[in-house]
């Protein structure tokens, strides 16, 4: 289920945005805080990786990539609302637009997606192997493993989705006459509710001429919806796996090389004090797969009609889902001296170049 299945029996035909219903300009303005916040959150961010004195390391080099496809992802997201909106209201939205935006839209969002998980993933790993590795550390080496990494990794999440284009398509349903109507409609509903829809755009003249159908829709075989599964919770909890381990990891390695040269404090003292003073490695990974679960979830469900009575859950829980792409900066920069330094000198440095 996607943001057309949940919208689709909302927006009104041949109506003006004004006149939708409250679900519509309610996801609207919810799309378009998203929007500016994850702008906003995206620039601060490049604004502070992109420093100079940062970028000698990997890991600064994925937060930086991370800056810039969270960007994308919130555009992505401001594009999809609208395509579906407006393609909705306007009846005359020629086919090759339909499929175009049927064939290509939610597959690039959920690429950007799973990207920016994937980034925060290579953070956590890259944090985790300073600490094994110490003062032999090699930063040089982690910069050239950033840049093959940033370029290769959309290559193979692309390759994981690469059926999603491949398997959508658009429905065409033609009505007869007018006394027809009314059975034609019934029956592209029950057509509708066995398929898994992306997309509905209703098409209607006066009561004496036919009536159009086009639906975007996804036909899967039971092995591809199989795969399509295993994908959908591998890009969620593989990076969360990932980030937890890495945060455990970095805490109780710290603990173990402090509890060697400070030992008038016990090993668990030593712990305890990491945990305190990292935890937000560990909150971090937690609050994104909570914010994440809501679209997990609404992509396992199937069968409509249940949206259709609980519009607003389903609205809250597929929008919740892309907070994650507006908070890299308040996740990475805000809990860090050493950051919020770094982008206090950017922002002084920036004011001094345009004043």
């Known amino acids: 289920m996607t943001l057309d299945d949940l919208l689709r029996d909302e927006i009104k035909m041949n109506m003006p945005f004004n006149n939708q219903s409250f679900s519509v300009k309610m996801s609207a303005a919810l799309t378009m805080i998203i929007f500016v916040a994850g702008v906003v959150d995206s620039l601060l961010s490049f604004l502070t990786f992109q420093n100079k004195d940062l970028r000698k390391v990997g890991c600064v080099m994925y937060l930086l990539a991370s800056s810039i496809t969270s960007l994308i992802t919130v555009c992505m997201l401001t594009i999809k609302f609208w395509f579906v909106v407006l393609t909705q209201m306007n009846v005359s939205a020629s086919l090759s637009v339909l499929r175009g935006g049927c064939v290509s839209i939610e597959p690039v969002l959920k690429l950007f997606v ?27 080496k982690s910069k050239r493993i950033a840049r093959w990494l940033i370029i290769i990794l959309p290559f193979c999440i692309m390759g994981t989705i690469i059926h999603e284009p491949l398997y959508r398509e658009l429905f065409v349903y033609n009505t007869d006459k007018a006394n027809t109507i009314g059975n034609a409609t019934e029956e592209a509903k029950i057509y509708r509710n066995k398929t898994i829809g992306e997309g509905v755009k209703k098409a209607k003249t006066d009561e004496n001429q036919a009536e159009n159908y086009v639906w975007c829709i996804t036909r899967y075989s039971r092995s591809v919806q199989d795969y399509n599964t295993a994908i959908l919770f591998f890009h969620l909890v593989a990076p969360f796996i990932v980030n937890l381990v890495s945060a455990l990891f970095i805490i109780f390695g ?17 712990v ?40 607003w859950l389903y ?3 597929y929008f919740i889902s892309f907070i994650p792409s507006m908070l890299v900066f308040v996740i990475f920069v805000l809990p860090s001296k050493v950051y919020r330094n770094k982008f206090r000198e950017s922002l002084t440095s920036w004011r001094c170049q345009v004043y």
């Open 114 to 140: 799973y990207l920016d998980s994937w980034l925060n993933a290579c953070v956590a790993i890259e944090r985790a192997v300073n600490v094994a590795k110490g003062v032999n550390f090699d930063k040089e």
């Open 254 to 270: 710290s603990a173990r090389q402090r509890s060697v040269t400070r030992t008038r404090q016990s090993y668990r003292e030593h």
């Open 272 to 311: 305890l004090e990491q945990l305190s003073e990292h935890k937000q490695l560990v909150v971090s990974p937690i609050i994104l797969l909570a914010l994440s679960l809501p679209r997990l979830i609404i992509s396992l469900l199937s069968g409509c009609m249940k949206a259709l009575r609980n519009p």
């Open 315 to 317: 609205l809250f829980g």
